[in-house]
């Protein structure tokens, strides 16, 4: 299986979603086969959901509207007969650490240098997405610092500065996380009420590299929000909290 676009879209369930590069879908297959068998062992005695699932994923090429069909049929059954599990889940690239353009350490820079997240993540808060930083707030800094360093060297490479000092260019890094495109997920909706970074991702300061802390899938998230809900965290407590668990709120 390959991506020839940025934007390749394969069936929902078989393909690779968005990636980023032909050489990030093969490395990362999403779903398919090993996920389907890993949804039914999670479902083993739920009968039902196990077979809705299996046609579901094991159908070729599935269309939006089969996908949105099983899913109101899903739907009006509810997810009362399914119990989501973490357990034994396959291939969702928990711990995925892909090779880096630049040896970016967010243990220097989150966690010695203790810079905030949202000064380079700035989009956490008010939209769907974190964003990854432009290679501009890299160069605040590194105009001046460790400019002897091989590293750097290439970030200034790749920032490409016009005569006055701005980049023209960008990092291409690697994406890490990446849930498929039916799937909507916005950060902003959990960070303004207080959900911390680490607690989806981990201790992200410690890491000298990122990887994949979390597994991602849907009782990742289905389970976190239904405990949220009966038994929030002490410090969310007064933000009476209502995480939906409709399928619409996750699946546009
Ligand atoms: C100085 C800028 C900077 C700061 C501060 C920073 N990051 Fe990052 N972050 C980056 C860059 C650059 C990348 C892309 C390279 C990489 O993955 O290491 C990244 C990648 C990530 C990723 C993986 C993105 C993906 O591709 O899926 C996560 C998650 C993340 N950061 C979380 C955090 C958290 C949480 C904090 C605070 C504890 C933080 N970052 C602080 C610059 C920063
Ligand atoms: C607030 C200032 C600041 C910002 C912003 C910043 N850095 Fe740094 N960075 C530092 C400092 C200070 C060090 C040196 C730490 C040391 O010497 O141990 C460093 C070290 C590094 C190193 C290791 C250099 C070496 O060879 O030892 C790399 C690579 C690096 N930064 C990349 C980046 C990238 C990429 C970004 C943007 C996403 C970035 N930095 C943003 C201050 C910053
Ligand atoms: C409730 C869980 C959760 C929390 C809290 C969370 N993230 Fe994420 N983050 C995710 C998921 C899921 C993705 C993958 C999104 C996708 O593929 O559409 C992601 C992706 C990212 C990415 C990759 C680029 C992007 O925007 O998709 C970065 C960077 C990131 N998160 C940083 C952060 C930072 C910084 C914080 C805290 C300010 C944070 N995240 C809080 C779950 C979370
Ligand atoms: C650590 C717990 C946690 C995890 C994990 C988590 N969420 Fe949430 N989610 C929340 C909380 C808390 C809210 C905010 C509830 C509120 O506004 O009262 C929320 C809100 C949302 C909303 C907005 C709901 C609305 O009513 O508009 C969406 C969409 C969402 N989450 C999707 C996801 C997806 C997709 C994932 C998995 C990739 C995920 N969440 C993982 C805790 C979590
Ligand atoms: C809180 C967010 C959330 C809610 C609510 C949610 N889902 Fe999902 N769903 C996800 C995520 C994330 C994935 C992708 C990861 C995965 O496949 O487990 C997913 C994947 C799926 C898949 C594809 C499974 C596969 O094998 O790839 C189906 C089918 C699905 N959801 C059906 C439903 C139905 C039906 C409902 C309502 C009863 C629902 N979802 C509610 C987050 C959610």
Not at 155 to 162: G, M, N, V, W
Request: glycine content about 8%; proline content about 6%; aromatic content about 8%.
């Amino acid at each position: 299986m390959t991506c020839t676009s940025k934007s390749a879209k394969f069936d929902a369930i078989g393909g690779c979603g968005t990636a980023h590069t032909p050489e990030e879908c093969s490395e990362r297959p999403r779903a398919g086969s090993q996920v389907a068998s890993a949804w039914e062992n999670t479902m083993i005695g739920q009968g039902f959901c196990s077979s809705m699932i299996r046609s579901f994923a094991c159908g070729p090429g599935l269309s939006h509207g089969v996908v949105w069909a099983l899913l109101i049929g899903l739907f009006a059954l509810s997810l009362g007969g399914c119990e989501f599990s973490d357990r034994n889940v396959l291939g969702y690239s928990k711990g995925y650490k892909p090779l880096q353009p630049i040896s970016y350490s967010h243990k220097i820079h989150a966690g010695e240098l203790k810079l905030d997240c949202k000064y380079c993540h700035f989009g956490a808060e008010s939209s769907e997405r974190a964003g990854v930083p432009p290679v501009n707030i890299c160069m605040n800094c590194h105009k001046l610092v460790r400019t002897d360093s091989p590293q750097i060297k290439k970030l200034t490479e790749y920032c490409a500065p016009d005569k006055d000092g701005k980049c023209t260019g960008s990092v291409p890094w690697v994406r890490i996380h990446n849930l498929p495109d039916f799937v909507n997920f916005p950060h902003s909706r959990h960070v303004d009420k207080g959900v911390a970074c680490q607690t989806c991702h981990g201790p992200i300061q410690e890491m000298p590299e990122v990887y994949q802390y979390a597994n991602l899938s849907m009782g990742f998230c289905v389970n976190c929000h239904r405990d949220y809900n009966s038994n929030p965290p002490a410090d969310l407590k007064d933000k009476h909290l209502h995480a939906a668990i409709d399928c619409a709120v996750c699946h546009h």
